[in-house]
């Protein structure tokens, strides 16, 4: 049985020397409390963030010019489609900047950095030479040099409670004297858009502490030195086990040389009135006891699945990538923007830090599910559901239609209007459908009918929306000389906008495989017992059936290559792209893989090669999909994904080509470091896609991988609820271990084509398959 805590120990993250840039610190936290560790020649700093630490404050303003949809559609049909580009037209150039003014006029709302902390030494007595971060226990130690010695300084991150912990030992683990000699906190400041100071609170002479409010009314809008009940907030205490000098900076102190140093970081986040109910007597808490509760904490974590691969570098991306994964999300906490928890100053606040719809906040929970963290994706369906009123009402109000339209953009944060509203990318309808796919992956992957209960609604109201959307006049009739229902209009991620006369606004290809699977997926759900309840839901499920009898092909156009799937009809196939959308119905469409028509399969395997990206938010999606096709070149995946990586072993998103929307001199890093890119973290799942296609109902072992490098897993989760183990080597396939959660059907390709052992019984056939009840285990082995 593979050891995962054993493997992950060999991938600590090490750096030689001080790190005092925010991309070579050491990445830490608990899924809610995030934690950036920078060194310095003279000083540690903690950068401290919280996934449920916003600036709350929202501009809503210009609604009542919003309009309707039909009210815009008809102005924009009616704009000459001899233009080159609707901004020629004056009413939409005004009408796009008054949609776009909440959203670019200020930087509210946004992830709220909680502060930094700063502990000092003096450089003549000791040198910081490295820090090593042990991904596989949570723990950080921070190397000195000094006239006595090699001494250390232990960082750690509590696994439920929001506290950080600090010590220092020696080279035989013992108490060693402190070389510290002042603290300093240092709160985050915001005068630019007029966010209130902190309060200094006093809290005993061994602590500093403030508190910072969190207003949720806009600066217009607030009576100064009022709270409104709304208001939320957090407050930062440390804790220290000397007596604090205070010296001439706010919220500094001297610190005296102790036998040894223990420091403790507590942050309490929530209403304002919350955030006042600091602790106390934290030090009165055995270190040693937090110590082994974290690490206990990082070995239930590690066990839930395994890889061990001959390809070292390979390994360490799945275990580094997992290992920030958990640090950035958990269930109870907000669900993570597009730089999740990890924040300094206005790193990690880029595009308000908000959730956008169109892949970004759905990536890095790909990850979650054949790896067997998918209590992992609790908190994207707590988002989802917490959304919806939003969506329902947006459906309404603007749409004049039923059900739930998803928004372009999202925060976290109480709002009443659309935050983009805006008829570019504000119009894509693939956003709808796009949200609620992962919902039900998550029941499909674990057969928990729990959930399926919670996400069962919010995917009726994403079709609801869908089907009155494709069911207008517009979009289905005579007029378009077939009994098709279009998408119409819409726009194609991160390419072209609304064009005049609406020619590359119809039937975008990733609209057409997402609706297909989000009606599939509905339809099956109506099938299980309890959820299709009235006549109302069967009516709704046989809709689904006739559009999906009656929906528009893929777009296709010929190349000298062949036939390559396009995003729209008459799309230059050489178009660069954003992100891999024409190849979307691989993944995550799952409407075309290794086990699809060959003509199909081949169109698809050559819109991948033939495929223009221009980077920055292709590392995982577009390698993930050559690996649903079984042609990933690993090797070249490797050097993309050393292409895009940090000192701090994430990877940021980073231009690749000109040619597209980026022109020739565009800094090719220019969103390398706006902070820890979230949607990265999502990189295990590429490499499990090479061991093996588990998302369908006939799983394939090593589709992608060459059986003569070893290669062996443990607990990978298949659709179906199976958690599956195998391993190969020296071109074979040598053992095979399922097991079954809950019952049900198992279909396998058979890794060896000829005859196999089956729980000492000799098989043989192409395709295996078994009826299995829960807790029933599984053992195939080569004749």
């Known amino acids: ?53 916003w600036d709350i404050r929202v501009r809503e303003k210009n609604a009542e010019k919003l309009g309707t949809f039909e009210e815009i559609f008809q102005k924009v049909n009616s704009i000459p489609d001899d233009l080159k580009t609707l901004f020629e037209d004056s009413w939409y150039a ?21 502060g930094t902390v700063m502990l ?31 001494f250390y300084t232990e960082v750690l991150v509590e696994p439920v409670r929001d506290r950080i912990w600090l010590s220092t030992f020696d080279s035989d683990n013992r108490p060693a004297r402190s070389m510290f000699n002042k603290v300093r906190i240092i709160p985050e400041e915001d005068s630019e858009t007029k966010i209130p100071g902190f309060n200094i609170v006093e809290s005993g002479d061994d602590s500093l502490c403030f508190v910072q409010c969190l207003p949720s009314q806009v600066p217009e809008d607030k009576v100064e030195n009022e709270f409104h009940p709304k208001d939320k907030g957090f407050s930062m205490k440390l804790s220290c086990n000397q007596k604090l000098v205070p010296v001439k900076a706010m919220l500094e102190s001297a610190l005296s040389p102790v036998e040894k140093l223990t420091l403790v970081i507590s942050i309490k986040e929530g209403l304002y009135k919350k955030a006042l109910d600091i602790d106390n007597n934290i030090l009165d808490i055995n270190y040693d006891n937090i110590r082994n509760t974290t690490i206990r904490a990082w070995e239930q974590y590690w066990e839930k699945s395994a890889v061990s691969l001959e390809d070292e570098f390979l390994e360490q991306i799945w275990y580094r990538n997992l290992y920030f994964f958990n640090c950035a999300t958990r269930p109870e906490s907000t669900c993570p923007g597009l730089f999740a928890n990890w924040m300094y100053k206005n790193i990690g606040t880029a595009w308000h830090g908000d959730y956008h719809m169109n892949y970004n906040t759905q990536q890095p929970f790909w990850v979650a599910f054949s790896s067997n963290h998918a209590d992992k994706h609790v908190t994207y369906i707590s988002m989802v559901e917490k959304i919806l009123p939003l969506s329902r009402k947006w459906a309404k109000e603007y749409y004049g239609m039923s059900g739930a339209c998803i928004p372009h953009s999202l925060y976290p944060v109480e709002m009443n209007l659309v935050p983009y509203p805006v008829p570019d990318w504000g119009w894509e309808i693939c956003e709808t459908p796009w949200t609620v796919q992962s919902l039900w992956w998550h029941y499909v992957y674990t057969k928990d009918t729990g959930i399926l209960q919670r996400i069962y609604n919010p995917i009726k109201e994403a079709v609801l929306f869908l089907i009155d959307y494709m069911s207008r006049s517009d979009a289905h009739g005579q007029h378009w000389g077939d009994n098709k229902y279009h998408v119409f209009p819409t726009v194609v991620p991160e390419l072209y906008g609304l064009t005049p006369g609406f020619k590359m606004n119809a039937d975008c290809i990733v609209d057409l495989t997402l609706i297909r699977f989000v009606f599939k997926a509905f339809i099956e759900a109506c099938r299980i017992p309890g959820t299709n309840e009235d006549e109302n839901e069967k009516e709704l499920a046989e809709k689904c059936r006739n559009i999906l009898e009656n929906m528009p ?36 469409g799952e409407d075309i893989g290794m ?78 470091h706006m902070g820890i890119w979230f949607e990265n973290l999502a990189l295990p799942t590429v490499i499990n896609d090479c061991l093996i296609h588990g998302y369908s109902d006939t799983i394939r072992l090593f589709p992608n991988w060459s059986l003569d490098k070893r290669a062996s897993f443990r607990d990978i989760r298949t659709a179906g609820a199976f958690l599956i183990s195998a391993s190969c080597e020296k071109g074979s396939v040598l053992e095979v271990e399922v097991f079954s959660e809950k019952g049900g059907t198992f279909k396998m390709h058979n890794p060896w084509k000829g005859n196999l052992l089956f729980n000492g019984r000799t098989l043989s056939g192409t395709v295996l398959e078994f009826k299995t009840v829960p807790g029933e285990k599984l053992l195939f082995l080569p004749e």
């Open 595 to 672: 086990d699809s028509p060959k003509e199909v399969y081949e169109t698809a395997v050559r819109t991948w090669r033939r495929h223009r990206n221009e980077g920055g938010n292709n590392l995982v999606f577009y390698n993930l999909q050559g690996a649903r096709l079984g042609i990933l070149d690993i090797e070249k995946f490797k050097r993309h994904v050393k292409y895009c990586m940090h000192p701090n072993g994430t990877c940021g998103n980073r231009v690749e080509m000109s040619g597209g929307r980026y022109a020739d001199n565009l800094d090719f890093d220019y969103m390398m």
């Open 120 to 150: 000092f030494f003096d450089m003549r007595k000791a040198e910081i030479t490295r820090h090593r971060l042990d991904i596989s226990t949570g723990l950080l130690t921070i190397e000195f040099l000094t006239a006595e010695g090699v």
């Open 94 to 114: 005004e009408y796009h900047r008054i949609t776009t003014e909440n959203y670019l006029s200020v930087k509210y709302p946004r992830p709220f950095p909680c």
């Open 553 to 588: 092909e893929y777009p296709v156009e010929q190349t000298a290559h062949g036939p390559v799937f396009v995003n729209v009809k008459s799309e230059d196939p050489e178009i660069v792209q954003n992100t891999p959308n024409t190849v979307i119905p691989v993944f995550p």
């Open 1 to 53: 049985m593979l050891n995962s805590v054993s493997i992950a120990s060999k991938h600590a993250i090490c750096f030689e020397g001080a790190a005092p840039d925010f991309f070579e610190g050491a990445l830490m936290g608990n899924g809610g409390l995030g934690l950036v560790v920078t060194t310095r020649p003279d000083a540690i700093c903690l950068h401290i963030g919280h996934n449920n630490v």
